[in-house]
């Protein structure tokens, strides 16, 4: 049972897709040196041709990904900062996804976007500390969040064998986490998972915070018995998973790290709330509505999601209702 | 090649009828949100296609009925795009701007002006790296040039040296934006500043247009990098035929019938003896009437299936209702 | 008591701060002939200093309008197309909205983005045809989606007046919408409006389809009583305004013409249940998940939140819960 | 202007220590998140700064200490802006990507590659557009010459002739992405193809640059429009400080040594008398051992205060908490 770092799962899952299918090569900024370290050794193993370094050029380079993915390959794409989705939104969503349901059905866009590091990098400050997830699942576009190194592995290869354009987000607060790896395995698209059991409450986390989680979990033991569902893919929603988790426990938190309004965890009380009737309000924790990350470190942190938050949601929602 | 006059006449009038006839179906109401007619410009698209081969690829613009007809699209399943009707292209899915026929290498006219060119470069490196002898051409106007994202493209293409012809249709104005307001600097002068071959040509003679074509796709077969060619033409109609019932002011008509003068059917009808034009004028019309039959004979699409194709994964989208 | 077109408004309200102030100032494509109408004799009224016809670069003159709002002026852009947001993403969310936080509060970016024709324009397909808004309610930008014409008038005077960059999608849905008009006024921004009293349901509609409610609540007099809410803008949203109407009602259902996932439905429903028990599940009707919107018309239509599917919702809320 | 070697000279010294004193409060973690070095590029940011006056605008980078320092920011609030204290120049909201001084014409430095040159731009006009008598410089790397946003900036400058200099700092590498395999064609040539007059100058003169420059600003305030200057410069140290722990195989030690040989500091310095040469080192000493003592002693700011200036129109946010 070897020990597996998060990041190293990443990598490994792209080697062994570049091993399985020669459609698949990279592209990205400094991929070959492995500036980000996820594609440490791509480069020697499957040489230049599959590992390629691009300018500075992300709309170019990401609709290149489509052009190609438009003549059979599967492209993966690696960006240094969450917010370069911002520059690409136009490439991904009004291309790359519009191109099937437009062709009537002519062509498929097979292009995963991994981004290593989303969220806050502390010190990175505003401009590289975004967390975009919940603007892809808006749009459509197939969106994962993995929270362990077992998951960065399954939810990549599957991305990538996926027919369908999936942003991957890694985020930074999970890329140092290790866990203890039986079999690497894929993990289908789609489908959440129950981390931790519980009675009393369902308490969905999103990527790193799973783990912050699972923490306030322990920490609640004797005085509130909490499940943990982690999503995994944030679109398609794995709502059957967690309607059932709900069913049971009869309520609802939510923490994420992206900002409120509009944000994934809107939408997964109210996925839950055309389903099933709770024993009370349902919570979230979030970013705040627009939020910007300063660069003082207990600014950054005052702005993430944080466990005092998530107890204290907790604490509320048990307090409330029937 | 000694039928080669024939063959772009040929082209150069199936276009101007196909536009004229699209125009009748406009205003008739069977083609539902207009078209950007192509007519004047009818040229450039026969001349660039005559000097490719079957298997090489193009991408069209919204002005994009010409492209798609030259490289050898089926009139008739044209125009049923057009109307919207299952029996179209595209399913009904796309219509003017999107119309595509992967099978002959057509990946679709691009409604975003400048997404085009990075698109058909990914595709035409990832058919080359797959074995394949394709070149490719992308049409884009004179506006495009002013869009960074097609900047980025020419610098990708010509890093890569990827065969792509960078078509640039230069018809004096980008919708009301007249070239001289828009371009600072030379259109040829751009695709120099990348290291690029750039000429201009007349874009009113077919000729002229597959000759420069002809030599460029010689030197893109032959290994060379990517290159541009201007085509300098007129738009003899509207940007969009909104503008047959909104007068908007901003061409002299004394410019307008200056530039109509220079007509790419008449030049190149004037090549050929006048019973062979009649002849093909005939078949022109024969394929146009059936065309024109064919699309308006096509079910409209079942609104059940208007999802169809929006994941090529076989994913479903949840739909909207309460 | 004048008759006034939504479109007239918006003209009106261009005309009359570009009166009032001098810093104000367009910036647009095709905005001098007034392509969209919006602009209409506003080049004549203030000259070319003032009205400003762009190439097509539309990040750089994004990004040009923020310098200039940092230096002092209040440009307005207007955008000929709803995905052209997706463009300009990074050049709003990224610089515009954080250069305020990010600089310890030493500027403000006062920019409007003007997107007359929103949704769908029937015949217009895929790429012209989104309806953004929820994507920059979740970044945090200002938002507003204007119902009627005084509102066209009132939300786009505030908007340019607002010292935070502001989006204001005028839906094509309503551009043709006329209304009596007593005075012309600004209208507060976060603020909305019960369009029609009711006691058994809330129904919040967005934009265009404050309409089609009003007429379905009409349909539904005797049998249903509907109170009809039009938020007007949609971040910052007027959650108390909202809660007032829904604590008198109990139930709640939300029309909106953006994709449901993550979209400002879900925004609505959560905001709302945070602070209210409700009577039923709330509903909401919207796009499906990822939508894009096929050509043909009756697809188009489909993909469409339409009066049926909310007359539906209704029913469904009323015949569920206490 | 007869001190004006020395005041070169004192600026190029004060961004040398200044850099080697941040990268020390980096190793001793009271800067956050690390910074990108200056070091080996003093004398452009020295010498661009030294032919603008006061009142005209720059926009820095990344790698933006230099600019700030040239334009006259002081250095103890630039320094405890990277230490993230209240009393930097942002608050500590920005950090070592975002300092900024409005005040004297700092409209910021930019995380985003190649997005602040439209900015610049838009300002700049803005300014001149009021009356006021400003040229702007906006400096950038040869990786920012591959975004479309940036050459699309080329076209709006050149084409309303708004007074910018665009300043490429040419150090060789985008992070580890060499020029030669990222820049086809040349940096001046794509200027020139915008129609702008294009120099290239030895970056490492701190002379040269300010009488290029010079010239340029001579020719922009009379009436000029905007104009390029390559700086050819070598980078001392690493992209990032995160080079300093991770190793990344990308420079030849050769070519690092090579590249240290020709020092602005050192060139410049020997240009001064021995004696005056230590005053200003001294000079130079004192101030910034003040500027470490002025950050260290500056308090932290208060958490409450993380959403501070989110909103320059006094919108508050709502908070994410539960
Ligand atoms: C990126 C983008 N900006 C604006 C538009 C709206 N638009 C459609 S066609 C057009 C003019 C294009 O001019 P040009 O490139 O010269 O092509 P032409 O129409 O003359 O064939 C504009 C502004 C668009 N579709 N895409
Ligand atoms: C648009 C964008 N792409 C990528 C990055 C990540 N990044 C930061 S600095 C850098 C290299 C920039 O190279 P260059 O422009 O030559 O400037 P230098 O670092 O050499 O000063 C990269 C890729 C970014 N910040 N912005
Ligand atoms: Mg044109
Ligand atoms: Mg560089």
Redesign the pocket.
Known sequence: MPRLSYRKALTRALADELARDSDVFLLGEDIRVAASNVTAGLLKKFGPERVIDTPLSEQAFTSFATGAALAGLRPVIEFQIPSLLFLVF?QIVNHAHKFPLMTGGQCAVPVTYLVPGSGSRTGWAGQHSDHPYSLFAHVGVTTVVPATPADAYGLLVSAIRCDDPVVVFAPAGALEVRADVDDLAPVPLGRGVVRRAGDDVTVVAVGHLVHDALAVAEELTGEVSVEVFDPRTLYPFDVDGLVDSVSRTGRLVVVDDSNRSCGIAAEIITSVLERVRLAAPPRRVTRPDGAVLPFAPALDRAVQPGRDQLTAAIHLCMKDGS | MTDDPVRLYRTVRLIRRFEERAIELVRSGHIVGGI?PYLG?EGIAAGVCAALRGTDLVTG???GHGHVLAKGADPARTMAELCGRETGSNRGRGGSMHAADFSIGVLGAN?????AGAILTGAVWARRRRGDDVVGATF??????N?G?LLEAFNLAALWRVPVLFVC???????T?P?QGAVAGTITGRAEAFGMPAAVVDGQDPERVRDATAAAVARMRAGGGPELVEARTY?FDA??TFEHSVRLDYRPPQEVAAGRERDPVVIQGDRLPEATRRIVDAEVEATLTAAVEFALAGPHPDPAGALDHLYASGLVARTGGG
Request: without cysteine.
């Open positions: 136009e | 950007h410009q613009t919204h002005r409604a975003i002006v400048g997404a884009f106007g004179d506006g495009a040039v869009e994202m249709e230069n018809n004096g104005y980008a919708t934006m070239v738009r940007h969009h």
